[in-house]
């Protein structure tokens, strides 16, 4: 087929599956066959109807399968992975409500705005890109989260980077602390020295 009506793209964003949440030009010419300008055209004239929503870096949001914020994060800015407080909430060492989203990667630090929320990337070097795992969001996309030792570790090296202190609540308890020390030993001495102070203040909050 070389042209789609717009009943023919809905048929078609109908037929997908949860994982269809998040398309991009690719996956779309891939689906119906073609090219990447009538593609492209599409896009633009279905984002108009509110069909598709975009979401930047060529990719897009299907209006019948709302992808997670989540999602969104690990596929706009590769590689990347959840980290600091909402990596913390996930795995119940917070309880703080954060946003906005925080995601960690090697690419250099940026904000991306998107309908469905802000997306903060935060930079750190190669050695440093690890302690993650690979999870299934509510879509079925793969989402790549902090281990919630490294989430924390995270957290107090970027925060002292950028001269602030850590305002969300800790519990430490939620951590494995044999890993934690461990995991430690691979950042700086600033951080490593800093840990035990923020468990004290968190103790005693």
Known sequence: MS????AGWIALLR??????????????????????????????????AGLLSSLGA??????LHSPALEE?????????YISLDR???ARGATTQPCHP?????????TRRETPFGAIDYQSISRRLFWGFRQRQGPNGLSVFEAE??????DLIYLSRRAGEPIFIDIDFSRFDGPKLREYAKRFPGTVQRAIEPLRRAQSAA
């Open 148 to 153: 919630p030792e490294k989430a924390l570790l």
């Open 101 to 109: 989203l925080t995601c960690v990667t090697t690419r250099p630090t």
């Open 15 to 48: 037929r997908l599956p949860p994982q269809g949440a998040c398309l991009n030009v690719s996956s779309l010419r891939t689906l119906t066959g073609l090219s990447e300008k009538a593609v492209r055209q599409a896009c633009w004239r279905l984002s108009k």
């Open 87 to 89: 990596a913390l909430l």
């Open 58 to 63: 060529g990719w897009y949001a299907s209006s």
């Open 72 to 80: 969104i994060g690990c596929l706009l800015v590769r590689p990347s």
């Open 3 to 6: 042209y789609y009506t717009t």
